[in-house]
């Protein structure tokens, strides 16, 4: 290998670095957005289930009414 064809072999390589690096950079943003969205979804699923449990325990507590004793 001559020089010429060296350094041109080189500025290829840097040239694939920095669109790898550009690749890698837009990657992680897309992994930091999605896991806002997880950590959203994840909560608003807690909150449901949250009401969803007090909305089955009202539910029974309606349809089971308390012994004439305990009231």
């Known amino acids: 290998m001559n020089e010429k064809e060296l350094l041109e072999r080189i500025e290829r390589l840097e040239s694939h670095q920095a669109h790898l690096e550009h690749q890698f950079d837009e990657l992680n943003k897309v992994i ?6 997880i950590q959203k979804v994840q909560m608003h699923l807690q909150r449901m ?9 009202e539910r029974i507590r309606a349809t089971n009414p308390k012994p004439p004793h305990y009231q």
């Open 49 to 57: 289930g949250k009401s969803l449990d007090s909305a089955e325990l």
């Open 32 to 37: 930091i957005e999605q896991q806002k969205t």
